[in-house]
């Protein structure tokens, strides 16, 4: 699918596919620096994680061991629910482990506060954060992020992982979402 495919759906094309590539590769340029000589755990949060993934590992030098956990605050709809549900937990034991959690969007920062206090409290060596989103504007508890991608527009977006009801994650750039889909003005 594509953005002419989208027909009305899509309000505007925010960051186009290859500039979402080129900033991962970026990404992951610091990411090796800093890993350099150490045993690296990349956790994807699944279900938006998963584009900016497995971007990300192919383009990392350093050697890696990758895990998933699931969780949802969102639902079906365009707001946090504020209650982060695990339905899928890591297969691996983090104790004594470098992490990185990789994330597609970081917008109020429920999730990643409450998946960052979960993991602490497994004793991991470190453990950081790596967004390919960020919304400044929308974050209501401070986050403390290593590697962020695009700061962007207090707007819902879609696409690259990002879904709204489940659809149009597989896009393979970022979009706005035309507010008639979803209700708004
Ligand atoms: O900073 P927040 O306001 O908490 O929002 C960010 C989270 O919301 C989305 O996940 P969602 O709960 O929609 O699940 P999904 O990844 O399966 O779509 C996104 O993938 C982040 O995990
Ligand atoms: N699809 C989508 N999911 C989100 N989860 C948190 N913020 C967003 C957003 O802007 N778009
Ligand atoms: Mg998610």
């Keep these: 699918m594509d953005a002419a495919d989208m027909g009305q759906d899509l309000s505007s094309v925010l960051i186009p ?8 590769k970026e990404l992951a340029g610091k990411i090796d620096a800093d890993y350099a000589g150490k045993d690296l755990l ?5 279900k938006g994680a998963v584009m900016v993934m497995a971007d990300l ?25 504020g209650v982060v549900r695990v339905l899928k937990d890591l297969d691996t034991d983090i104790a004594g482990r470098h992490v990185l959690v ?3 969007i970081i917008d109020s920062g429920l999730t990643l506060s409450w998946l960052m206090n979960n993991l602490k ?5 470190s453990v950081e954060i790596c967004t390919l989103l960020r919304k400044p504007d929308a974050v209501k ?13 207090n707007e819902f977006v879609i696409g690259f992982g990002l879904d709204y009801d489940e659809r149009y ?3 393979p750039f970022i979009g706005t979402l035309a ?3 979803y209700g708004g003005e």
């Design 17 to 24: 596919e290859e500039d979402l590539q080129t900033k991962i």
């Design 42 to 46: 990349i956790v994807g949060v699944l």
């Design 57 to 81: 590992a192919r383009a990392l030098h350093v050697p890696v061991h990758m895990d998933w956990m699931a969780v949802s605050s969102y639902g079906a709809g365009t707001k946090s629910s």
């Design 102 to 104: 990789v994330e597609d």
């Design 121 to 125: 409290s497994r004793n991991p060596a």
């Design 141 to 153: 508890v401070p986050i403390d992020v290593r590697y962020v991608g695009f700061d962007i527009p």
């Design 169 to 171: 994650r597989n896009l």
């Design 179 to 181: 507010p008639h889909v």
